[in-house]
């Protein structure tokens, strides 16, 4: 998939996870983008709540230390799914929040910046997350549950993700 990669001209996208060594990822930037050429490569990170303290910092600088310039892009949705006993995949909105305000923590302490977020919401009002405003909790996922493939943020979530979104933006600009 590699090879195949180092030929296509547009821009690529790269999701990382918990388990991307320093050296793996630097070894695909190497092979991708050779001339280090900025807008090639965004690196989508997808950690979790729980994993992206210990990963993201030294991430970063080894991006920076091998020469590339990328877009980093933060998608809190996938590393915090979970599947329920009843086989049933969620998400909480507090590990969603989490993941999102420590990367754009760990992004400013190491000097870079978090240019993108990735989200998954509809505008109908799904439970398929639990938390928010509202509250969601496990035994009101039934209510309205109705993806097959991933758990959405419902409007109200979504909304809420993004005003924290901007509080944060604007906190990080005066502080």
């Keep these: 998939h590699v090879e195949y990669a180092r030929g296509i001209r547009n821009p690529i996208g790269l999701k990382i996870g918990p388990d991307t060594s320093k050296s793996d990822l630097r070894t695909l930037l190497d092979v991708l983008n050779p001339g280090h050429l900025p807008g090639r490569i965004t690196l989508i990170t997808r950690f979790g709540a729980n994993g992206i303290e210990g990963v993201l ?14 877009l980093w892009s933060c998608d809190p949705m996938h590393g915090n799914t979970e599947t329920l006993s009843n086989g049933l995949k969620t998400r909480r909105f507090e590990n969603i929040l989490a993941e999102l305000e420590q990367a754009f923590d760990i992004h400013h302490a190491c000097g870079s910046v978090l240019g993108g977020v990735h989200l998954e919401l509809t505008g109908e009002n799904v439970t398929e997350c639990t938390g928010g405003a509202r509250g969601l909790q496990e035994k009101d996922l039934l209510e309205h549950y109705e993806s097959r ?3 959405r943020l419902n409007a109200e979530q ?18």
Excluded at 158 to 175: P, Y
Aim: hydrophobic share 40%.
């Design 149 to 151: 493939v991933d758990p």
């Design 57 to 70: 910092p030294g991430l970063i600088k080894e991006v920076r230390s091998a020469g590339h310039s990328v």
């Design 158 to 175: 979504a909304l809420e993700l993004a005003f924290s979104i901007v509080r944060k933006c604007r906190s990080m600009r005066n502080g």
